[in-house]
């Protein structure tokens, strides 16, 4: 049986959510789950329900929260949550780590603790986007900010691999982001990084632009973490623009509030297929072991799916086949 | 009286919305607007309105199209409406160049004709972005994929006294585009690049994030050509992918349909709040001359705002205090 250690105080919604998250998952898949963090917070959140064999608590009496730094944190705060999870699995007491805390942390614990896949020079963290049909993966959304043309290499393979094993997508069309299509386009980084990608084993089409991304049409994309953190915090940023300016010209007009009653069912399909729950979680791509990262303000659906995922990934064996991307 | 060449044949509305946005301008401001194209499609435009006294014409036999490659498009059509427009520039015929045609082709003839303002090492490509309140002014967006800090530094005080200016923002608050706020964050460019707006006579706010642009809390933010041109892409991919959502979900419901119906003002006021109409136009900074860049999907509105925004940039001396920053 698949076991999987959750950081039960990392996110927004901690432990509540992900505690509520936890049992839903335990009840609908055959796996364990290993809840680590302060264990009375955890046990009066587990008195809700009804107990369940596969549910199980270990302790951990430090936090590290989401603006701290993460390095500096996880070398000081030895026994944070994110510390304690990620030790189960190099003691191998757990085949993965989910957390929704902080991203950073999470890779630098993961590196301390797991290391790097041999052969991988830089993990990534991965993000999965959701897109007009489906999702795409995104990486590195911040891990590494001057890359060079190698790691990009490094990033589709693993992306590539990733999108094929455990999102599912058969031949995964693999893309570079560039601001422009043709093949001599770009930065040095991304002229350099072309050639690579046009001869490694994966399905590549090419330079892909910033307009690509939402369309659906490309399953993984390929960037530096610095271009990818941009995006990633441009677009969150985006649809609380457009829902703050729509309610203020809501609130000009009692007509079109009354209107927008019978949109609510609009609004919330179209909010949900935006939405995170709804997503999977995102690796950490590269680390010695399966690490996914629910997003901060993921509520129970989501952490039940970001541990769906991470079940998925330890039963793919997606570390040892991305251990064979650097023979 | 100022003298505006305005490439007719640029944009996709071209001639038609170009013609009637320089109609508009030429009744409300007192400035003269030179016509560069076709001129038979240019005369049977202007055969729908009442001559004016100061519009004329300059023909120009051909076109570059909104996709062809900037630089050998420049080189090989002699002709092209925008090299004519720059000639006029360049002899002294008139102030200031506004096009909406292919912006990589209006800074290669600009480069070509006027070239670069003595001490400035790079010109760059600016735009404006509508926020929740007011503008915000973004520059490098494309024209300079790898920089140097140095280049950074003068895109900030080139973006500075244009929004002081031009856009009339007093103090103009200037934000380095980064993906965290400390100044030790970021990749090796804007690591080195913080130091140099810190020292600089602006108002440099520090580090901004993705997150920080739409809000419009920055007046002038900062960035590389690459990283500029990725964010306005996507940017542009973001309203487009809503609004596709919504309709899809809408066409689900005709109740939904029906409520929309009351809140078609609310999108109106919406969209017009996001809308390139509105905004003045973006400015190619560091070119020896004026030379303003209207929207690609711009309509006679929007050409009238570039036309003005030309105009004020010509009679603020822009080019002339820009040339006291390398001093």
Redesign the interface.
């Known amino acids: 049986m698949i076991r999987i250690a959750l950081d039960a105080m990392g996110g927004d919604f901690a432990p509540k959510e992900i505690v509520k998250g936890a049992l839903e998952a335990a009840r609908e898949l055959p796996i364990s789950i290993i809840l680590v963090g302060n264990e009375l917070k955890i046990e009066s959140e587990l008195k809700r329900y009804k107990p369940l064999p596969n549910i199980s608590v270990v302790h951990a009496s430090e936090v590290i929260g989401m603006d701290e730094p993460p390095i500096s944190s996880v070398k000081n705060k030895k026994d944070a949550s994110i510390n304690v999870a990620m030790d189960l699995v190099k003691e191998g007491k757990a085949d993965a780590v989910v957390s929704a805390g902080n991203t950073g942390a999470l890779m630098a614990s993961a590196l301390f603790k797991l290391g790097r896949i041999s052969g991988i020079e830089r993990p990534a963290i991965a993000t999965i986007f959701p897109?007009?049909k489906g999702e795409v993966l995104l990486l590195d959304m911040?891990a590494n900010?001057?890359c060079k043309p190698q790691h990009m290499l490094q990033f589709a393979e693993m992306g590539s691999l990733y999108a094929e094993r455990v999102m599912h997508i058969k031949k995964p069309k693999v893309g570079l982001?560039n601001?422009g299509e043709e093949p001599e386009k770009?930065?040095?980084l991304?002229m350099e990084a072309y050639p690579l990608l046009s001869a490694a084993p994966i399905n590549f089409v090419g330079n892909v632009?910033?307009?690509?991304?939402?369309?659906g049409k490309i399953d993984v994309i390929v960037c530096?973490?610095?271009?990818g953190?941009?995006?990633?915090?441009?677009?969150?940023?985006?649809s609380r623009?457009?829902f703050?300016?729509?309610n203020e010209?809501?609130a000009?007009?009692p007509?079109?509030k009354?209107?927008?009653?019978?949109?609510l069912?609009?609004f919330r399909?179209?909010r949900k297929?935006?939405d995170y729950d709804e997503l999977g979680g995102a690796p950490l791509l590269g680390v010695a072991g399966v690490c996914i990262k629910a997003h901060g303000r993921a509520r129970a659906k989501a952490i039940k799916n970001a541990i769906r995922v991470a079940a998925e990934a330890v039963s793919e064996k997606i570390v040892e086949r991305m251990s064979h991307l650097g023979e």
């Open positions: 897109t007009q911040g900010v001057d982001l601001i770009g930065n040095e991304t632009e910033g307009k690509d991304i939402l369309p530096d973490g610095f271009v953190n941009m995006i990633l915090k441009f677009a969150e940023s985006v623009t457009v703050a300016l729509l010209e809501l000009k007009s007509v079109a009354l209107g927008a009653l019978f949109l069912p609009v399909n179209l297929r935006i």
